[in-house]
Structure formats: structure tokens, C-alpha cells
């Protein structure tokens, strides 16, 4: 396989680099890392995805199945997990083995390291939370690992699915340091071949790799990846169309309306080359309400349910996103987890203006005023809900910030309210509900809003001693419902992941996640 296509792809004609069996995408944004315990965000999931293995890992449907551990047991306490590995999985190959064959076979003993790295504050990985619930864990010999949980916790397997659990080798890891970050070596699908940091990432397939399809085809079937670092979407887009990339993730304002009708659907001068794959996605985007705000206004039951009936989520999602994502006109569970579909707030414009009323009438206050804070991305959605707000009587200020400032801001109690996203950590209604848990007050957690209701608190700990997915499911709903009743958000829209490829590329799914799996990805031979 050549790579110099890849490499010049700019200036070449329509399709000339389209490489059979090489996967090309673009990421906006700089990849600090390829280091698993440091995998916080999509730039960084998506290649690590590629370059390592967990003991289980999620399907398509959010089902816990198995990965480098072939099966497991959950003892009669739901706190003692025990794995069962793989016999044939291989690190891939580096002279720092010292073996003939430059690789060696991974054992139960990488699981305990790998987790003591986790954990070790000298390393600091933001992914250490993972296994704060865990009492501790053992290599009962090369082919066990088990795991002991300090208390229940029906979403453990979720958990480590994600990858900071990943599987890391401690002689490679002693050997690189630090620099292990660029110097990454796992047992997943590809391994590494070349990073120039900002520029170019080039992944090649692992020949060692234990994972077959249902004919028993060793995977994967991509010979490479190959990742650019365009950060504007213009550009990307523009590479996309031309056949210089196979995949567009996004669907940026600057070119949506050039690529989709107002529906939702690929424009016609598209349609023979290109093809969308959508799916549910555990993304809930939401304003959030400091309720600790010296403001009246955000303190304020009847101000904060104005807003939530005073816009149409339905309109919002036709013309401001060509109708990719679902109206939230549920609770905080995004659709596709158990515990959606909890009755919310529908458009409502008469209810919300005689809330507005009725509280200017008992405060005296006039001109209520409540002001947002979100980022240039997000700026349309939040003129849209300005303009129909303010048509009922409440002023809304919008604060663009750059996405760090906002980040910070949000996280340390500096906004009344704010634009937020939470995209699921792992796949448990749980981990939304925790948002609004009273001990998880932010800066120590992710209650960002500093919501406290003691029957909410009483049944999220209830929660965890279920261990049947359809009773904490009934919590789970009673729990959003209080959330509703108290509006300490407004929910925007629940998103989707939506895809664009060129069609020569088969096997890729929408994972809700929106996880990159490209193991089971293959392209059309060119003739």
C-alpha cells in the first residue's frame, strides 16, 4: 500500500486518491494525545478506538459484549466481577518486547497495570474516576481478572467499555514515558504508523488481530486510516466533495444548506455519490439554570418553565438543523436509553406568557432579564429562543465565548445560565440523572446547576440496588419527572449522528455514541 496518495491528496483531481482500502477522514480539532487514559473527548477516542481493547466493549444496540475478556460472571452480591480472557490476543509488535517475533500475549496481569496506572496520580489521567467506586482487583492467573466494587453499581460494564480502560503494555509504557502519548502500542484493529502532530495521522492494519467476521475473515478489512487536521469545516467540506476524504461527521451552517434540503435530505446533485448514515445519538443539549445565582429571575419556578414552553423545539429543529435531531420535548434521558420518554414541555406560547406575567406581578420587577452563556456555534439556536421569548415579555442576553472560557465558566458556578451538551459517558440513564444529584455539586462533580431535591437524592441511591435494568428503569422516570416539575434546564433537542460518505464505503454504522468503529469497515475495489 502506497501512502503518497494519501499524502499530496490535496492536489489531485476529483477521486484520483481514493485508495481502495485506505479510510480517510478530517478532525477539527488538535489530538493531544493517543494515550487511552487520557481518551476524554471524540478527537482522541476516535484513533485510540482503533489502536486498543477493553475486557468488553458495546454493540451497535448498547449491548455489553464481549472483547478482550471472552466471557464473565457477576457473583450473588453485584460487586465481585470476574473476567475470563482471551487466549489469542497479541500486543502490537515492538522491538521493546525482546522476543523473537517482536510481541508478546497479553495477560490478566496488563489489566492490573493498566488500572494501577489509571489510578496513579502522578499520571493524572481525567479518566481515574472510572474506578473510584472499585475496592480492588487481582490477576487471579494469566487467563482471570477479577474485580471488586465497593458497593452495587448496576452500570459498572458500561463504564468499562470506555476507553480509559483500555489494555496498555508496561514494558512499552516504562520504555516511552510520557511520550508513550505519541508512541502508542495496544491490541486493537490497527496500529500505529506515523503522526505529524496538526498535520497527519496514518494508522495501518494489525496483522496480529484476533477478531473475525461471521465467515471467519480475519478484521479489519481496511488496509489503513489515514487522519487530516483541516480545522475549517468549509474546507473539510470542500475536500469531501472533491473525494479527498470518505467521511464528512459534521453538519456545519457553512455548507448544510449547499448539501441538505430544509428536510433533511441530500441535495440532488449529491445523491449519486454520496449517502447519510443517521442514528439515535446519547447527546441531550440543554440550557442550564445556576440555581445558586444571586438572580431572581434564575431562581425564579415560573421564569424558568416560560422559557421551557416559550419556543418551538419542532420549528428550531426544521430550519435551524434541516431536521437532524428530535424536538426535547421529553425529559433529560436522551431517546434511545431506558427511562426516556417522560412527559416535558411542548410549545406552548399563552402558558408561558402568563407565567412571565404572573411573576412580574408578584416581584414588581418589570423588565426581567435573564442572560446566556454559549459559544459562536450554538448562536443561531440561541437568537431563536431570544426572539420568541422576548416576544412574551422576558428579555433574554445572549454571551458568546470561546468553548474553553465557557467550559470554565460553567464549571465553576460564573454563569446564570448557559448552553451545555452532555453526550453519554456510558450507556445508563444514570449517568444523566447524576447531573442533578445533590453530591455531585460542580466544582466536585457535574452538577453544574446545583440542583438539590432530597426525593430525587432518595431515589437515585435506590437506584443503584437494583440490578434489574426494568425496575430502575420505573426510578429513572420518576426522577426525570421531578427534574420536569422543577425545570432547572431547558431541554433543546436530543441529537443524532449523522454521517455522510462517499458510496464506495460499506460497514459503517451510527453508534449512539457516536463511537468511530472501523474494523468491520471495507471500500469498493477500484477497477
Known sequence: MCFSVFLNSCSNPKGQNRESQVFRYNEHYNVATLDPAFARNPPII?????????????????????????????????????????????????????????????????????????????????????????????????????IQLNKQFPAFLGLLTMRYCSAVPREIVAYYGSEFRSHPVGTGPFKFKRWEEGVKLVLRKNELYFETDENGVQLP?????????????????LQFAQGNLDMLNSLDPSYKDELLTATGKLKEK??????????????????????????????????????????????????????????????????????YGTSGF?????????????????????????????????MDICEYIQREIGKLGLSINIDVMPPSTLRQLKS?????????????????????????????????GPNYTHFKNDAFDRLYEASFKLTELEERKVLYQKMDSILIAKAPFVTLYYDQVIKFVHKDVHGLKANPQDFLVLKRVRKDKKP
Open 46 to 146: 476516535w484513533p485510540t478506538n482503533q489502536l486498543f481493547n477493553g475486557l468488553v466493549q458495546q454493540d451497535d444496540s448498547l449491548n455489553i459484549v464481549p472483547d478482550l475478556a471472552k466471557r464473565w460472571t457477576v457473583d450473588s452480591s453485584a460487586t465481585r466481577y470476574t473476567f475470563t480472557l482471551r487466549d489469542d490476543v497479541f500486543f502490537h509488535k515492538h522491538p521493546q518486547f525482546k522476543t523473537p517475533d517482536s510481541t508478546r500475549k497479553l495477560v490478566a496481569s496488563d489489566f492490573v497495570y493498566s488500572f494501577d496506572r489509571l489510578k496513579d496520580p502522578a499520571v493524572a489521567s481525567p479518566g481515574s474516576w472510572v474506578l473510584s467506586n472499585v475496592a480492588g482487583y487481582e490477576a487471579v492467573n494469566d487467563s482471570t481478572f477479577s
Open 412 to 444: 465553576t458556578g460564573k454563569l446564570d445560565a448557559f448552553r451545555a451538551s452532555w453526550i453519554a459517558d456510558y450507556p445508563d440513564a444514570e449517568n444523566y440523572l447524576s447531573l442533578y444529584y445533590s453530591k455531585n455539586f460542580t466544582p466536585n
Open 346 to 378: 411542548e410549545y406552548n406560547p399563552a402558558k408561558a406568557r402568563k407565567l412571565i406575567e404572573a411573576y412580574k406581578e408578584q416581584t414588581g420587577n418589570q423588565n426581567p432579564v435573564i442572560s446566556i452563556g454559549t459559544n459562536s456555534q450554538y
Open 221 to 237: 478489512y481496511l488496509e489503513a486510516v489515514a487522519i487530516t487536521f483541516l480545522p475549517d469545516k468549509q474546507s473539510e467540506f
Open 270 to 339: 449529491y445523491r449519486d455519490d454520496v449517502k447519510t448514515i443517521t442514528g439515535p445519538f446519547l447527546n441531550t443539549e440543554y440550557l442550564g439554570f445556576f440555581l445558586d445565582s444571586p438572580q431572581d429571575e434564575i431562581r425564579s419556578e415560573m421564569l424558568r418553565k416560560a422559557v421551557n414552553y416559550g419556543f418551538d423545539r419542532v420549528k428550531m429543529i426544521k430550519y435551524l438543523r434541516n431536521g437532524i435531531g428530535e424536538p426535547a420535548q421529553a425529559g433529560f434521558i436522551p431517546k434511545g436509553l431506558p427511562g
